[in-house]
């Protein structure tokens, strides 16, 4: 499976177990449909290993840990249940770690997918596969959404309560039993050794908005991000993800006084399995109902601002529509080594304000170059990374492959 594809299940009862070159903890969280658990008790992990028609197995150091969903027992309400994954020594990421999730028939064992998420660096945890109710039948979803905040930052992402480390707080006096006897328990974070230790080494309560590259997802909370290539941004802000109107800004200048440079900006638009869907440029001015639509051919480079704009609905978008690939090349044949200060920029349409700007600081004597992708996460959100990244082809038609490989 690649990010974004899904399978329906063919059998009532499935696992997923998660395999790696060093031990995991592996985990299951069952979710209402605003994406929260109901309670405590629907989080199972290794210090609760069973909820309603979800089941959490050790493989005790020499077998993957493993979740099994029975969706016959799933209660009504539950309309999805997502299987996490974090490193079991505490503070270790899965940069070097490839993760494995392998989903089978519970009953006999057979495989029905498997799914590796790509480029896995500084985060600590990871939703990597989901089980969801969709129209009456259970499907698998291949997931991938790192944290760098561990497994606690996924547990608080869904409404689990997590006691985070006292720190020296005159005023409360309370301490931190991770093991009422009556109440929903307050989940560890750690080995089932070291029952008290999230991961989460000391004091941050939050992790950062604006942290370092990688470090993290960024959102829009602070106002303008500027990305560096491969970063990416969260389109959140205020906690609601931006599902209005905004349009891509590409701009250029010719490295060389009085010489015009003629560049064709436009996006590519794939499905979950990177199937190309369509692609909308100066010869195709909407694609997808509308929901995507070009401002027109700029045949010089001259003049500030813009050269061409791309208008993206985000929330008229076609559900089939998960990623979106800006690219910009050169029909003329003029390479990127003669053009200066491009750049691409998300603009809040209805504002008018700059949300993200990627300024493309190298240059390659290549014809075409992959600008910036968008992807809909499968919280329903959309991330912005940053590309920069030169390929040999003139027209939109030879970036289909090449994109459809980036996302």
């Given at each position: ?14 696992t ?8 995991l903890d592996?985990?299951?969280l ?7 658990v ?13 909820g ?5 197995r050790?493989g005790?150091?020499t077998?993957?840990d493993?979740?099994t969903?029975?969706t016959?027992?799933v209660p ?7 299987v996490?994954a974090?490193p079991?020594?505490?503070?270790q ?12 028939n ?5 495989v029905?997918?498997t799914f ?9 945890a ?13 499907k698998?979803?291949?997931?991938g959404q790192?944290y ?11 409404g689990?309560?997590v006691?985070e480390p006292a ?19 307050a989940?560890?974070m750690?080995?089932?050794?070291a029952?008290?230790a ?5 004091a941050p ?5 604006p942290?370092?590259p ?5 959102n829009?909370?602070?106002g ?6 491969n970063?990416?941004?969260s389109?959140v802000k205020?906690?609601r993800p931006l599902?209005s109107q905004v349009?891509?800004g590409?701009?250029?200048e010719?490295?060389?006084r009085?010489?015009d ?18 692609s ?16 027109g ?22 559900q089939e ?10 029909f003329s044949g003029?390479k990127?080594t003669?053009?200066?200060?491009a ?10 304000e700059e949300?993200?700007r990627?300024?493309l ?14 992807i ?9 990374t ?17 994109a459809?490989q980036?996302l």
């Open positions: 499976m690649t990010p974004g594809s899904n399978i329906p299940l063919s059998a009532a009862r499935v997923v177990d998660v395999a790696a070159p060093v031990r592996v985990s299951g069952l979710l209402t449909a605003d994406g929260k109901r309670s405590d008790d629907d989080f199972i992990f290794y210090n609760q290993p069973s309603p028609g979800v089941t959490y050790s005790g150091g077998s993957p493993a979740i969903v029975d016959a027992a009504p309400g539950i309309e999805k249940i997502v996490t974090s079991d020594a505490a503070g990421s899965f940069q070097g770690v490839e993760p494995t999730a392998t989903i089978r519970a009953d006999d064992n057979s029905l997918a590796t998420p790509p480029q896995l660096g500084t985060e600590t990871l939703v990597i596969v989901e089980v969801y109710l969709r129209n009456g039948a259970w698998a979803r291949a997931v790192g760098s905040n561990g497994l606690a930052g996924i547990a608080t992402d869904f689990v309560t006691e720190p020296a707080a005159p005023v409360t006096p309370p301490q931190p039993t991770m093991q009422p006897p009556a109440a929903p328990p989940p560890p750690s080995t089932p050794s029952p008290q999230p991961q989460t080494p000391a309560p939050a992790p950062p908005a942290p370092a990688g470090a993290g997802k960024i829009l909370d602070k303008r991000v500027s990305l560096q290539k970063q990416t941004v389109l205020g906690g599902l349009k891509m590409l701009g250029w010719p490295a060389y009085g010489k440079i003629d560049l064709d900006a436009s996006v590519i638009a794939y499905g979950p399995q990177r199937n190309h869907i369509d909308c440029y100066f010869g195709k001015l909407q694609i997808v109902q509308g929901s995507i639509r070009h401002s051919d700029n045949l010089t480079g001259e003049g500030g601002g813009d050269d061409e704009v791309i208008t993206v609905d985000l929330g008229r978008l076609p529509v998960t990623g979106l690939v800006f690219t910009v090349n050169s003029q990127f003669e053009v200066a200060k750049y691409c920029r998300l603009i809040d349409a209805a504002s008018g949300l993200v990627f300024d600081t190298n240059a390659e004597a290549q014809t075409g170059v992959m600008m910036a992708k968008l809909k996460q499968f919280s329903g959100e959309w991330e912005m940053a590309m920069g990244d030169f390929v040999k082809s003139r027209t939109v038609r030879g970036m289909v492959k090449p459809a980036a």
